[in-house]
């Protein structure tokens, strides 16, 4: 139950905030908007609030922004013909055009800032170091005086990096003595232990937990460190997408049910752990949704480049087949992926 929960307010989350991107730029520049759904499929509740009918529908895996003109006049509902010429999507210059498309990626982006920034702010930031998170009693490390929240900088006089290191080195070290450099409340101490040989884990133990030292920060700081996160991430995947294009890269997809599996898993870690996972998730929706496929917001800023290249815009039927196109295209991707999923969950990965 926890799964389901947790996949349906992520990716509630996600939507909501993709769209209020595209509403709020769309009402910005003047275009009349006519419907705001988060879902799909059958209305669960709907209401009017100027001039616009908002509606939470069924299936919460998507959502969208109708606005007037927005299909041109490939689809003309009744609440289109009264529309004025100037409060039209598709009478509009090509950089409002374009700026109502990006907002939607964009407010994801913004989303992932601000989701981190709650989660820096209650956790701390990363700082790259080790620290001591817990000390078992009575174990050699806490009768050799390690204390919780000492960061560890060496071991036997040599810098570390890595967790694996440190295990490494005191699993196979039995009776022998190994000493620890220590940051302590800024001091420097060092102290010996002599890991001890377990017969249940068949190694040598000290008996701490070893994890990655965390700061807080200034807020301003922190808002910093979100944004810079945030862009590494978006850079990252969108590297990780033309590697896999150019075959460097082994295809692996997730679908809604993967996605569902894995915001299970961090709701079982806590809240903060989810938000942390509904940030991720959001850069790589809005770089999903920069993809240049008919009917997501980077097919329509490619049509709109080739409208602008070409000096007339696109003809409706030629349009209507592009987007049947792309509708084709998403629907065979969500069959992939979702079939991807259902082989990864059998197997147990």
Same mark, same amino acid.
């Given at each position: 139950?926890?799964?389901?929960?947790a996949f349906i307010f992520v990716l509630s989350l996600l939507v909501?905030?993709?769209?209020?991107?595209?509403?709020?730029?769309?009402?910005?520049?003047g275009i009349r908007v006519l419907h705001f759904a988060l879902g799909y499929g059958p209305?669960?509740?709907?209401?009017?609030?100027?001039?616009?009918?908002?509606?939470?529908?069924?299936?919460?895996?998507?959502?969208?922004?109708?606005? =007037?003109?927005?299909? %041109?006049?490939? +689809?003309?509902?009744?609440? $289109?013909?009264?529309?004025?010429?100037? *409060?039209?999507?598709?009478?509009?210059?090509?950089?409002?055009?374009?700026?109502v498309v990006l907002a939607g990626p964009l407010m994801n982006l913004l989303l992932s800032v601000f989701l981190l920034f709650i989660v820096f702010s209650i956790s701390g930031?990363?700082?790259?170091?080790?620290?001591?998170?817990?000390?078992?009693?009575g174990g050699p490390a806490e009768r050799s005086g390690v204390q919780k929240g000492d960061v560890l900088i060496?071991?036997?006089?040599?810098?570390?990096?890595?967790?694996?290191?440190?295990?490494?080195?005191? =699993?196979?070290?039995? %009776?022998?003595? +190994?000493?620890?450099?220590? $940051?302590?409340?800024?001091?420097?101490? *060092?102290?010996?232990?002599?890991?001890?040989w377990s017969p249940e884990e068949k190694r040598a133990l000290i008996r701490v937990v070893f994890g990655g030292e965390n700061r807080r920060y200034h807020p301003l700081v922190t808002v910093a460190k979100s944004a810079v996160t945030v862009f590494e991430?978006?850079?990252?995947?969108?590297?990780?997408?033309?590697?896999?294009?150019?075959?460097?890269?082994?295809?692996?997809?997730?679908?809604?049910l993967g996605i569902a599996q894995m915001a299970g898993q961090a709701a079982a870690f806590g809240f903060?752990?989810?938000?942390?996972?509904?940030?991720? +998730?959001?850069?790589?929706?809005?770089?999903?949704?920069?993809?240049?496929?008919?009917?997501?917001?980077g097919g329509h800023l490619l049509i709109f480049l080739y409208e602008k290249v070409r000096g007339r815009p696109l003809e409706e039927e030629k349009k209507g087949i592009i987007y049947l196109i792309g509708i084709?295209?998403?629907?065979?991707?969500?069959v992939f992926v979702t079939y991807q999923d259902v082989l990864r969950i059998v197997a147990g990965k």
């Open positions: 139950m926890i799964t389901v929960f909501l905030a993709h769209e209020c991107g595209h509403f709020l730029m769309a009402r910005r520049f209305k669960i509740v709907s209401w009017m609030w100027r001039d616009v009918e908002f509606s939470v529908r069924m299936l919460p895996l998507g959502g969208y922004v109708r606005m =007037a003109g927005m299909e %041109g006049s490939l +689809i003309e509902g009744p609440g $289109e013909f009264s529309v004025p010429s100037s *409060e039209r999507f598709d009478t509009k210059p090509l950089w409002q055009r374009s700026l930031i990363p700082t790259g170091r080790i620290a001591v998170l817990e000390v078992m009693p060496a071991v036997n006089g040599r810098p570390v990096e890595r967790i694996e290191e440190v295990t490494q080195t005191i =699993a196979t070290s039995p %009776g022998k003595t +190994i000493v620890l450099t220590m $940051e302590r409340r800024g001091s420097i101490v *060092e102290i010996p232990v002599v890991p001890e991430w978006f850079v990252l995947s969108l590297l990780g997408v033309l590697y896999t294009i150019m075959g460097r890269f082994p295809l692996e997809v997730t679908g809604p903060v752990n989810l938000l942390a996972f509904a940030a991720v +998730i959001s850069v790589f929706l809005a770089l999903f949704n920069l993809f240049p496929i008919p009917v997501l917001d084709v295209f998403i629907f065979l991707l969500s």
